[in-house]
Nanobody, 134 residues
Framework: VQLQASGGGSAQPGGSLRLSCATS????????IGWFRQAPGKEREGISC???????TYVDSVKGRFTISKDNARNLVYLQMDNLKSDDTAVYYC?????????????????????????????WGQGTQVTVSS
């Protein structure tokens, strides 16, 4: 199970960035993907999630500005970020609700997108830095 977030960079307030999460070792047909972020000095927080069925959830701070989507055939999940604010500056991570043990895959949560908690996601990728400043 591998995940790799990319697409971060610098943007001005009001600008846009699109993050990608490349996945391998499992199918997006069966597992959810969550996007998280961690700002300096703060805890990692879940911001958006997409279920295996394609249903999406967002926290209030990004609702209406960020859009999550996925391409199951290409094993990619996207996070389109519009109208960026300085508070969006953070390292962004993608994760899935899989624990991989001894060659087997196990679900970490029955409803990972319900609250987008870090504890509901067992496999993580490396983060990508997003910096929003003028």
């Amino acid at each position: 199970v591998q995940l790799q977030a990319s697409g971060g960079g610098s943007a001005q307030p009001g600008g846009s960035l699109r993050l990608s999460c490349a996945t391998s070792g499992f199918s997006l047909d069966y597992y959810a993907i969550g996007w998280f972020r961690q700002a300096p000095g703060k805890e990692r927080e879940g911001i958006s999630c997409i279920t295996k069925k394609g249903e999406s959830t967002y926290v209030d701070s990004v609702k209406g500005r960020f859009t999550i989507s996925k391409d199951n055939a290409r094993n990619l999940v996207y996070l389109q970020m519009d109208n960026l604010k300085s508070d969006d500056t953070a390292v962004y991570y993608c994760a899935t609700d899989i624990n991989a043990e001894n060659g087997h895959l196990y679900y970490t949560s029955p409803a990972p997108c319900a609250q987008i908690r870090t504890s509901d996601f067992g496999s993580w990728g490396q983060g990508t830095q997003v910096t929003v400043s003028s």
